[in-house]
């Protein structure tokens, strides 16, 4: 394995992200769920569209 | 704080159910399948499961080449208006995908999965992957190859804009597009985000010839037929994590037909390739002893293939992970023989 070589780009991207990219960071006053089925069943209550984010934990 | 409440993109946030999803386990892949080599990516959609657009994607420069908050937000407001589309029933509604679940995927059961381990985007790809090899079924140039870059067609999009073109050449600029047009459509499929666009564009089949690309100027729709270049789909594979891609730690460039007659070469179809680089990493796995200047001009005996026009590439779509291999050479003049041993990536947790 290139394990320098992936752990390289594994912290690479998480600067490049953190850092360079704002929408990684939580955003303090919109709700957000972590539980798919609950954002579907949320979006029938509410009759509102979903914007769902799929990221790998650090 | 990034998006109060108060905000443009906290207002358009707050008009949407947000999820932020970190565990694939019991999602539906097959429903939201995207290139599992992105570390971050979004889907607007509904209560109905209905996917209005998705938001994301990278290439091999960046994992943030095309995240932008001012393209999010034109994103955000599209889906707002989509989703009202929808709930008017004008929107046609899309034939839900077959669903594909982690459980399904039985290396991802055997090593992930049971273990209790994270199961991880791009796991799900490279299982994929795996699976694909072991059942003859991995076609390379769809399956490794994913994700083509439109800058090889010569679009170069106003990131913060969306889909708004910022530069063109090369193919894009023989089709007539220009800069200000807004991409609309690949081959009749409607996208509004760079992740659809590049979605649909690796959809496209790698044999193609041409692709219609429609365009908005100034509100009117246009279509334009772009003449794929060789190679199109050819992209860096260096930032992906998988298993299925033979490492061979050095670049070369295609010789020219005159250096190929020159070395008294294969011409025609001949993927003789002069070194260029040669990574470090091939000193430190033993992989080879290649430097820069050599020529390659044959693997295992091959001298000529239909697609690869360098050796590596002729490597890496020909054989698999932790092959060896023996190149024919020319150094310094001299024609000699050495192996190659592939590399294969293991990066599972």
Same mark, same amino acid.
């Given at each position: 394995?290139?394990?320098?070589?992936?752990?390289? /780009?594994?912290?690479?991207?998480?600067?490049?992200?953190?850092?360079? /990219?704002?929408?990684?960071?939580?955003?303090?006053?919109?709700?957000?769920?972590?539980?798919?089925?609950?954002?579907i069943?949320e979006a029938?209550r509410?009759?509102?569209?979903?914007?769902?984010?799929f990221?790998c934990?650090? | 704080m990034?998006s109060?409440?108060d905000?443009?993109?906290?207002?358009?946030?707050?008009?949407?159910?947000?999820a932020? &999803?970190?565990r694939m386990? *019991?999602?539906?892949v097959?429903?939201?399948d995207?290139?599992?080599?992105?570390?971050?990516y979004?889907?607007?959609?509904?209560a109905?499961?209905?996917?209005y657009?998705?938001? *994301?994607?990278?290439?091999?420069?960046?994992?943030?080449s095309?995240l932008?908050?001012?393209s999010?937000? %034109?994103?955000?407001?599209k889906?707002?208006?989509?989703? %009202?589309?929808y709930?008017?029933?004008?929107?046609?509604k899309a034939? =839900?995908?077959k669903p594909?679940f982690?459980?399904?995927?039985?290396?991802?059961?055997e090593?992930?999965i049971a273990?209790?381990?994270?199961?991880?985007?791009?796991?799900?790809?490279?299982?994929?992957n795996?699976h694909?090899?072991?059942?003859?079924?991995?076609?390379?140039?769809?399956?490794m190859?994913?994700?083509?870059?439109i800058? #090889?067609? *010569?679009?170069e999009?106003?990131?913060?804009?969306?889909? @708004?073109?910022?530069?063109? %050449?090369?193919?894009?600029a023989?089709?007539?597009?220009?800069?200000?047009?807004?991409?609309a459509?690949?081959n009749?499929?409607? +996208?509004w985000?760079f992740?659809d666009?590049q979605y649909?564009y690796?959809?496209?089949?790698?044999?193609?010839? =041409?692709?219609?690309?429609t365009?908005d100027?100034?509100g009117?729709?246009?279509?334009l037929? &772009?003449?794929?270049?060789?190679?199109?789909w050819?992209?860096d594979?260096?930032?992906r994590q998988?298993?299925?891609?033979?490492? @061979?730690?050095?670049?070369s460039?295609?010789l020219?037909d005159q250096?190929?007659?020159d070395?008294n070469?294969?011409?025609? *179809?001949?993927f003789? !390739?002069k070194?260029?680089r040669?990574?470090?990493?091939?000193?430190?796995?033993? !992989?080879?002893?290649?430097?820069?200047?050599?020529i @390659?001009?044959? @693997?295992?005996?091959?001298?000529?293939?239909? +697609?690869?026009? #360098?050796?590596?590439?002729?490597?890496?779509l020909?054989k698999?992970?932790g092959?060896?291999?023996?190149?024919?050479v020319i =150094?310094?003049?001299?024609?000699?023989?050495?192996?190659l041993? !592939?590399?294969?990536? !293991?990066f599972r947790?």
């Amino acid at each position: 394995m290139r394990k320098p070589e992936a752990l390289f /780009s594994t912290v690479l991207t998480w600067v490049l992200l953190a850092g360079a /990219s704002p929408l990684l960071a939580q955003d303090d006053e919109n709700r957000w769920l972590d539980n798919y089925r609950e954002a579907i069943q949320e979006a029938k209550r509410t009759q509102k569209p979903i914007f769902l984010e799929f990221r790998c934990e650090p | 704080m990034l998006s109060p409440t108060d905000s443009p993109r906290g207002k358009l946030l707050s008009q949407y159910v947000c999820a932020r &999803i970190t565990r694939m386990d *019991g999602i539906d892949v097959g429903l939201f399948d995207r290139d599992w080599n992105n570390t971050l990516y979004y889907f607007m959609m509904n209560a109905d499961e209905q996917i209005y657009m998705r938001y *994301g994607g990278r290439d091999a420069r960046s994992p943030d080449s095309y995240l932008n908050l001012s393209s999010l937000e %034109r994103a955000l407001e599209k889906g707002l208006e989509l989703d %009202r589309q929808y709930q008017k029933g004008e929107l046609k509604k899309a034939d =839900r995908p077959k669903p594909l679940f982690p459980r399904e995927i039985p290396l991802l059961v055997e090593r992930t999965i049971a273990r209790n381990a994270c199961v991880e985007c791009h796991l799900i790809g490279d299982y994929l992957n795996v699976h694909r090899e072991q059942d003859g079924k991995l076609d390379k140039l769809t399956h490794m190859y994913r994700s083509p870059d439109i800058r #090889t067609l *010569g679009i170069e999009l106003d990131v913060p804009k969306g889909l @708004v073109v910022k530069e063109v %050449r090369d193919a894009a600029a023989a089709a007539g597009m220009t800069p200000g047009d807004r991409l609309a459509a690949i081959n009749g499929t409607p +996208v509004w985000t760079f992740g659809d666009l590049q979605y649909h564009y690796d959809e496209v089949n790698r044999n193609a010839e =041409r692709i219609q690309m429609t365009v908005d100027r100034a509100g009117t729709l246009i279509d334009l037929s &772009i003449a794929l270049p060789e190679r199109w789909w050819w992209t860096d594979l260096t930032f992906r994590q998988w298993t299925i891609e033979p490492r @061979v730690y050095f670049d070369s460039v295609s010789l020219t037909d005159q250096e190929k007659r020159d070395q008294n070469l294969v011409e025609r *179809g001949g993927f003789a !390739s002069k070194v260029r680089r040669v990574d470090m990493f091939a000193e430190m796995t033993k !992989s080879h002893e290649l430097r820069v200047g050599d020529i @390659v001009f044959g @693997v295992d005996g091959v001298q000529r293939d239909e +697609v690869a026009n #360098t050796a590596e590439l002729f490597i890496k779509l020909r054989k698999t992970a932790g092959e060896t291999v023996t190149l024919d050479v020319i =150094r310094d003049g001299k024609r000699l023989q050495m192996k190659l041993k !592939s590399y294969k990536m !293991s990066f599972r947790k």
